[in-house]
T-cell receptor, first 115, second 112 residues
């Protein structure tokens, strides 16, 4: 069973461009979480999605950022009009369900660099 | 709000030394506590967890005990190896959505 897949692993964008980050959860997992890791910081929660639904987006900036998890295909984190402060590592995690004993499995991350 | 504070790194030890990485937390409610490890170029892996007071999580020789009275979850290992070199994150989860709140991470270097 393949783990959580993220692509691309590295992404370089110029200011004002769009960045699209993809996450394929583990087989059988219907819950996806996105986290952002700024340099020298811990991971910060951004958004939690189930298939076709956003459950909690309290950690996601209100502007320029959006996320989706369609019925078919990977989850997408989209950043429009990127700025230098968006440079970070973005991690996706998936779980089969929720619950206090449920483990989230993390992908290898996408490292976004904004020039 | 909920938060995790862990000792700053980097921590450099010789092989076979004793390891402690301190972690304390602040939480409304009753959190589950975790230690995650991140090896170079990889995603985070769950190292161990504890879901209630006085529980001890253990894995690969690492241990941590959920101490409610001191709001702590310190990571320990009796004899570290070079292969333990990584970044270690203390974390908690509260609430039904299970979003995880992480500390800033502690980079560990083990010298042969």
């Amino acid at each position: 069973n393949a783990g959580v897949m993220q692509n691309p692993r590295h992404l370089v964008r110029r200011r004002g461009q769009e960045a699209r980050l993809r996450c394929s959860p583990m087989k059988g997992h219907s819950h996806v979480y996105w986290y952002r890791q700024l340099p020298e910081e811990g991971l910060k929660f951004m958004v939690y999605l189930q298939k076709e639904n956003i459950i909690d987006e309290s950690g996601m900036p209100k502007e320029r950022f959006s996320a989706e998890f369609p019925k078919e295909g990977p989850s997408i984190l989209r950043i429009q009009q990127v700025v230098r402060g968006d440079s970070a590592a973005y991690f996706c995690a998936s779980s089969p369900t929720t619950g206090v004993n449920n483990e989230q499995f993390f992908g290898p991350g996408t490292r976004l660099t904004v020039l | 709000g909920d938060s995790v504070t862990q000792m700053e790194g980097p921590v450099t030890l010789s092989e076979e030394a004793f390891l402690t990485i301190n972690c304390t937390y602040t939480a409304t409610g009753y959190p589950s506590l975790f230690w995650y490890v991140q090896y170079p170029g990889e995603g985070l892996q769950l190292l161990l967890k504890a879901t209630k007071a006085d529980d001890k999580g253990s894995n690969k020789g690492f241990e941590a005990t959920y101490r409610k009275e001191t709001t702590s979850f310190h990571l320990e290992k009796g004899s570290v190896q070079v292969s333990d070199s990584a970044v270690y994150f203390c974390a908690l989860s509260v609430g039904r959505d299970d979003k995880i709140i992480f500390g800033k991470g502690t980079r560990l270097h083990i010298l042969p």
